[in-house]
């Protein structure tokens, strides 16, 4: 081989390095934090941000539900049972031949049928109901303080008809109780999931990380809860609780005590990954660190769970959501006059719903599947801004 | 390949050494970081012919084991070929390595089959939950086509080949089981399995005792001539180079700034950086270079440790069936003073790291004694400690690991990992905290600016100085450095080694330098302590053990290091040790 | 006419293990007039029980063989194991007669000791017996049953017992046809001694206990899950209910007692086969394939309707019309003998009650949960009964929330400041109303009657729970507010049974559980003595009881009705719509149209015996 | 050692049954009432008068009101000493008979949809997390929320009315009517795998975004280790490098979780059993413990407690045996 010298790189002082974009001045390149990093990269997952915004929407609704809803969750009119959704037409035909600008739905055409025992709903074109917004309706007291009758949308006239959803079998407008079905559906569930997820990471951790008579004793507490099917342990619950606390207290309450025998499965599943991780050699190196066991389990080892804890966590929203529905079945979950999803889907499990009404199961279902996918595309967005290996 | 084909193949590699197997074409390679792009090569050259061995040797952290791997195609998620070709020449002609997508099944063949790859890191790159025999067996059966029964057979052939004592009962033990050079040894085989035309190790010999390193540079080499295999090795061992090398090419800052043919390089350098690598290089001849009165020097000893034992049952046994147990370390004693440093060498295996791990007690002994003497001149019985009290001797007494990737937390930045002992210990928080991580990442000779990447973003050789900062980041007052310049090029070592040692003269601290370069321990080292099959053989000074070695299986270890000059190949002379 | 042999049986009297019909009809078998035409044996009646363990519903199908029961119209009373029976002027004696050669589905004859068996070693034996049947009481005395001869028994009770016969023939309370003396005595401890042991191998603690399981009188489930013991009605147990969970199957009894005009031995149908279904959504679908034969039970409810009739062409069914006897589609309940004195004094208010009841618009929940099927209406009995009294069906039924203002007013004018009414302590007036959450018809109700309540000031509140729940908490407890029910009769000799709604004299009433003991055992501790009038009421309808003759009982109940309207102690929303069935169009001899109801088990009385698919 | 270590832990087990035993009687107790008043919520439901004096006669005979812990000795003797596990008031039968005749059912059907889950479950977990933000990635993590959003007994219902509407075929439990009591036949095999694929699927879809997400989750941690990219330089094709390295370790948190897939299988689907009509186990135990049936309840629960502790075991040993870093320790 012939010897060769590259004389021209003599001077170099350092890695050759160039600015992201051709032209841009190379500045003295800027130190960040972690978390900054983290939301950095965060910042550039369209879906995961997307995600975001989609929850911090449904946040907003929930806020500002009174204000946001055409009418009154419990406002029920008779002649519209399971009155179908109807559609939004812009322009209506004038009098003098033309056309003018006026958002309206169509109303209704009724007629009952005895026999068959329900209503038949036609639209009827020549029954316009002009729409707007901020327009007056039914009186509301905005979180329960502000008296006030602005709709975001509503019909002009507030006797007419407007179901851009659909109604339900008490004739109660679908898309109200849908948009007041949020509030309780984004939050009390979530409380039980917070909890379930702390203990079953700590005691998890515990478990997995001390091994011996800790682990000894985790795994019989748990081999004991798991093994105790909750159905009886709801039956129990349902009939224990004070009368007098109102269905949304009580909601509250089972959600918490459930979340204390929700922790198992996540214990084990930490606890399996720590007795894996508890040998690396970066651990033993924070140990000779000084790092207590606090913050080896905290600090050092929980962090490699971060995408299992991430995808737990975007599983046991919707699971909580869900639930809801399941524990109705048993008769401890929310109830009416409570509305929340769960509450909604409740009411469609039946076939005369699926068959005559499926609005009233399709709307539901729907918000359940956008929040459940919208955390899911957050966690996953979180999770890799999180990865090292990200860039 | 049949055997006839292989005798075919055997005559015409032999009378085709010379002719390029793997042409590299002005590779560059970038990666696309947050602030900017890092041009981690660029416009690289070279070719790797047949039968003969190229040495790419160059600063740590200037690109060369990003080169190695792009070779197979494999490149980092950030990274990307940004231009340039790696031309493989073949039966069917030549193809672009740099053109194959990551599925291609060209490549695949390739991978393994044609070209080897030992890692830089062989502790971490080896699965942690399959046999080592499994994972050799794997590439000979995808690539050699071969039974299971024959598989396990050649692969307790080759580990005997690459020195692993008791190959039979190895095969099946796992990862963790091995020591650092079992695995680095284990990987060579892996990547010696399917009779690659070429072969690119990556500093195989980092965690190899020189008598076993010999070995191993012997085998390949035996290959080489009856293969016609091509090598590409990156080392910083210059030793190495000289033996071994028949090309040298010499990288810096992603560049290669010189190539030539061995000789050249050793002995007509041109390039400014390539001399100065030369003459950093530390020869064993060389003594150590501060030189004190070691009687003065040696205050009262800080560690004592006393018939220290540990031994080790099996885990390989699904069903309790253990395997016999091996005792790691058998019977050590030794005093370490204030002020010394202790060198420990011995063959791979020999239970150096696990001496080390004793003494911190992160493996618990099995039996013995270990005594430890605070400057207060209060002592504590190291085996007897409470939690707490653990954990200030903790403080005081600093490890560096083997296996640098293994012992940084992939989810930490090197910030945090460096700053952790720091923010535990609770003395600096905020930018003071930052100043003090950049001050020590500058001290080891890393950009402090690059503190916020994660580990798996540094060269081998810089993450082995980021666990060095962490390590001197509390004032400790005894180093354990098990490995801890294997990484390192050899100027950047010198550099290392004299921080240490400044350090040392400040504070005070011993350090117990565990190593295979004991040119480097001589330098380095008051005392050295010989290690073989757990037992320390012998004990004395450096020069004594480096000038007169009693032990024959000392005399067999110094006459296998590798001298620093072509013309002068000791290696060839050495005597072997049986035991 | 002569009778043939069942093609069902043919094989077995072949081989002689069953005798030819001739010996095993009784000497006069029951001839049934079928409703539209004589008919052929076999088939299967495909049939559906839901929840798997409510066996009560069998009694509805293949279970109503009392001595005396009840005609298809409900008019009047007809023999049936009886062959005839006899009542003295004043109903103090009442003489049964069996019929002759009448036999046990194992072939082992029914005669007078059965019904002595079950008298003496059941209803008055110490041990054996549950108590209860109340209507054998007259004048504070147990009847006195004699047994004359091998068919005939004489019943004689020291006061008149009116209603003695009917009783008899409601649903489920005559054991005298249900106890099989030969079959039963091996566990009656008095006539094997051993049967202590024998519970103990069966792992019960006692004979007792044993004999209960096998005589199964007290619980419907425990009695129709055993197949061994032998039986008078028209189809036996092949695989009995629990032996299979997925599927009971009755067969054909040979030795049933009824024939045709044409002399073809009832019933018609070789067989009934129950699929166990756990869901009623899922028997909605298999009715609507077209499954099931017929239905009216679980299913028929008015929200299940459209769906029903859109699939009437594709599975081939069409429907049958039930009468509704419920006194009121849901009846609101204040608890008036509540622990709480305020409320208490409160709920005893009759103008507290009223304003609560014109505070109501019952003309909405009709239009919404009843798709307008109805008319406001207060428990009571139907226009077209002779027994109807308008002031109590229709008073204080106009929707006029300004009067129930003004009526409050007067009572609890204190408001708090969200303007809900205080009582008398200061305290918010919470109303309470307890449901029981598998009647979802009444929570659909409540929802929109809570909103009515508070709009005059009412903090009413609902609460839905588990059944067993709500029976302790209702039922048997003292501790609610309120609750909702429905049923009580609207018409007829069932009215006057089950006057639930007009005086409190059982556990029924559920708003008065005090007054309610009262009316068995004042003695009791529990018990609340009731003010006079209702003291009043109990007695009259104490009189009523003991009347015989439809004339006197008529004019009795006709008094009781009118305090009744006095007294105004429950209202409700309207009398209920005629409800329906679903019935296979090969379906042949189902009558158009009965009640629903279940002393007159629907649709048991319009004779399954004769229904058979053409 | 490993025989010592599981018999070890069958001892464990003795006390963590008692325990569990206490409890679970203790939470069947714990619904004010018993049999007897659930029993006349059933018949009054019907109309039926149900007279009180009758009633507390029952309940002397029945011993519902000795105290509750003297029930419970009664119950646990019987099964300690005689394995007789009592005797259900609601179906008058033993109770070990009514278990042992849905076992069957139960045990097919929960390891269909187990196969069922696991099959479509894992290559489209590996798939997503391989090739994590492709279409198919987010068009799999759709669908598999979709089925976990849709509660179960609503898409039970659906897919059965959809069956009944457009299929014509007989809908609920496992065989059509005419099948239920025909010996074993090709026919009822092909009318038993019609009625399957709803259960199947019901079940299924609830379960695979679960596994789908966190086999995803957990593989792509392990995808960036080095010792993958080792598997890749040998030449390994990519299916078989994740198959063989990251996927065993990402298995971890199914293997842990083994432990109470019977269980959950068991008691989990129950509302879906329901609706659906199927002859498992869940709806059994809901029934009992509804009508307050306590020796079937308890008796459930104790057996899916054993189950528990076996799949507990069992979850440990594949545990150790997936990983050798956890093994005895
Ligand atoms: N994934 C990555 N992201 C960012 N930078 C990287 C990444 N991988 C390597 N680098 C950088 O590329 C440069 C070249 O690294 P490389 O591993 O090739 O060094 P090397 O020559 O092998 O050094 P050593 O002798 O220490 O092993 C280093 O500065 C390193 O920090
Ligand atoms: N966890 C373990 N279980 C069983 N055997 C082990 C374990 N760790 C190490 N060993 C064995 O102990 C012996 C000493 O290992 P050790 O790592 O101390 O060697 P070493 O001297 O550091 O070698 P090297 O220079 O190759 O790193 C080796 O034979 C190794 O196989
Ligand atoms: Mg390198
Ligand atoms: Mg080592």
Known sequence: MTTQVFLDTVGEERPAVSPLKTGAPLEDIAVAGQWRLIWGRFIQHRVAVGAGIVIAVFYFIALFVEFLAPALPEASRPQYTYAPPQSIGLFVADESGGTRFQPHVKGYAIEVDPVALRRTFVVDDTKIVPIGFFVEGPTYKLWGVFAMNRHLIGPLNPTDPMYLLGTDKLGRDLMTRLIYGTRVSMSIGLVGVAISLCLGVVLGSLSGFYGGWVDMTIQRIIEVISSMPTIPLWLGLAAAIPLTWSPLQVYFVITLIVSLFGWTGLAREVRGRFYALRGEDFVTAARLDGSGERRLIFRHILPSLTSHILAVLTLAIPTMIVAETALSFLGVGLKPPVVSWGVLLQDAQNIRTVATAPWLLVWPAAAVVVVVLAYNFLGDGLRDAADPYES | MGIGGMVAKLKADVADTGEPLLEVKDLSIDFHLRTHILHAVRNVSFALERGRTLCLVGESGSGKSVTARALLGIVDRQGRIAGGRILLHGDEGEVDIAQMTERSSELLRIRGGRIGLVFQEPMSSLSPVHTIGSQIIEALRLHRRLDARAARAETVELLRQVEIRDPETMVDRYTFEFSGGMRQRAMIAMALACDPD???????????????????????????????????????????????????????????????????????????????????????????????????????????????????????????????????????????????????????????????????????????????????????????????????????????????????????????????????????????????????????????????????????????????????????????????????????????????????????????????????????????????????VEMGTAEEIVNNPREPYTQSLISAVPNPDPRNKRMLHRTRFKS | AEAKESAYFQAQVDSGELPPIAERLPVNPLVITPTERPGQQGGDWNHALVGGGSLSMVVRYQGYEPLVRYTPDWSGLTPNVAESYEVNEDGTEYTFHLRQGMKWSDGHPYTTEDVLFWY???????????????????????????????????????????????????????HMVLAPKHYLQQFHIKYNPDANTLAQERGMESW???????????????????????????????????????????????????????????????????????????LLLKTLQGEIDMMDQYIATPANKPVLFDAQETGDFGFYTLKETAANVMVFQLNLNHPDPVKNELFNTREFRQALSVAVDRQALIDTVFVGQGAPAQPSIRPDDPLYNERLATQHTEYDPEAANALLDELIPEKDGEGFRLDSQGRRLALIFELDQTRTTFIDMMQLVVPMFQAVGIDAQVRSMDRSLWETRVRNGREFDATCHQFGANSGIAAMLDARYFVPFNGNALYAPGWNLYYTEPENPQAIEPPSEIKAQQDLYRDLLGTAGAEQQNAKMAQLLENAADQFLVFGVSLPPDGYGVVKNNMVNVTKEMPNSFGWPTPAPTRPEQFFKS | MMGRYIVKRLIYMVPTLIGMSIIAFLIIQLPPGDYLTSMIARMTESGENVDPAQVARLREIYGLDDPVLIQYWKWISGILLRGDFGHSFEWNRPVSDLIWERMGSTLAISLASLLFVWAVALPIGIYSAVRRHSFGDYAFTFLGFLGLAIPNFILALTLMYVTYRYLGQSVGGLYSPQYVEAPWSWGKFVDLLSHLWIPIIVIGTSGTAALIRILRANLTDELNKPYVVTAKAKGLPEYKVVLKYPVRIALNPFVSAIGWVLPELISGVTITAIVLNLPTAGPLLLRALVSQDMYLAGSFILLMGVLTLIGMLVSDLLLALLDPRIRFT
């Open chain 2, 198 to 536: 070429i072969l690119i190790a990556d500093e195989p010999t980092t965690a190899l005792d020189v008598t076993t390193q010999a070995e191993i540079l012997d085998l390949i080499k035996r290959l080489q001539v009856s293969r016609g295999m091509a090598m590409l090795l990156i080392t910083h061992d210059m030793g190495v180079v000289a033996e071994v090398a028949d090309d040298v090419a010499v990288m810096r800052y992603g560049r290669i700034v010189e190539t030539g043919s061995v000789d050249d390089v050793f002995h007509a350098a041109q390039h400014p950086y390539t001399s100065s690598l030369l003459s950093s290089t530390v020869r064993l001849e060389q003594p150590r270079a501060d030189i004190r009165d070691r009687a003065e020097a040696l205050g009262e000893p800080v560690l004592s440790v006393r018939s220290l034992t540990k031994v080790y049952g099996a885990v390989s046994g699904w069903f309790g069936k253990s395997g016999p147990a091996l005792t790691a370390v058998d019977d050590a004693s030794f005093d370490l003073h204030a002020g010394e440093n202790l060198g420990i060498v011995g063959e791979s295996g020999s239970g150096k790291t696990t001496l080390g791990r004793l003494i911190l007690r992160t493996v618990e002994p099995t039996s013995g004694s270990i005594t430890y003497r605070r400057k207060d001149g209060t002592s504590d019985d190291v085996l007897a400690l409470s939690k707490a009290g653990l954990k200030d001797y903790h403080r005081q007494v600093r490890l560096v690991f083997q296996d640098p990737f293994a012992s940084l937390n992939p989810r930490m930045t090197v910030k945090q990992i460096v700053g952790d002992p720091l923010v535990v210990a609770g003395t600096l928080r905020g930018a003071a905290l930052e100043h003090r991580v950049g001050e020590l990442l500058d001290l080891v000779g890393i950009d402090p600016r690059s503190m916020e990447r994660y580990p798996h973003a540094f060269s081998g050789g810089q993450r082995q100085r980021i666990g060095i900062a962490r390590a001197l980041a509390l004032d400790p007052s005894v180093l354990i450095a098990d490995e801890a310049t294997a990484a390192l090029d050899v100027s950047i070592r010198a550099q290392i080694l004299d921080l240490l040692l400044d350090i040392q003269k400040r504070l005070g601290l011993s350090f117990i330098f565990i190593s295979h370069d004991i040119s480097v321990v001589r330098y380095f080292c008051d005392h050295v302590a010989v290690m073989h099959r757990g037992r320390i």
């Open chain 3, 120 to 174: 003496e070693d059941i209803f008055l034996d110490q041990d054996a017996t549950m108590g209860g049947h109340t209507w054998w009481y007259a004048g504070g005395e147990v009847g006195k049953l004699e047994v004359i001869d091998d068919v005939t028994f004489r019943v004689t009770f020291a006061a008149p017992n009116g209603f003695f016969v009917q009783q008899l023939a409601w649903a489920r309370q005559d």
């Open chain 3, 208 to 282: 007792i206990a044993l004999f209960q399981r096998e005589n199964g009188l007290d619980d419907d489930n425990v009695f129709f899950q055993n197949s061994a013991r032998p039986t008078l009605m028209g189809w036996m147990w092949q695989s009995a209910p629990g032996e299979n969970t997925e599927q009971a199957i009755a067969v054909r009894n040979p030795y049933y007692f009824k024939v045709d005009t044409e002399g073809t031995q009832l019933p018609y149908f070789d067989r009934i086969v129950y699929q166990m279904v756990a869901d009623p959504e899922v």
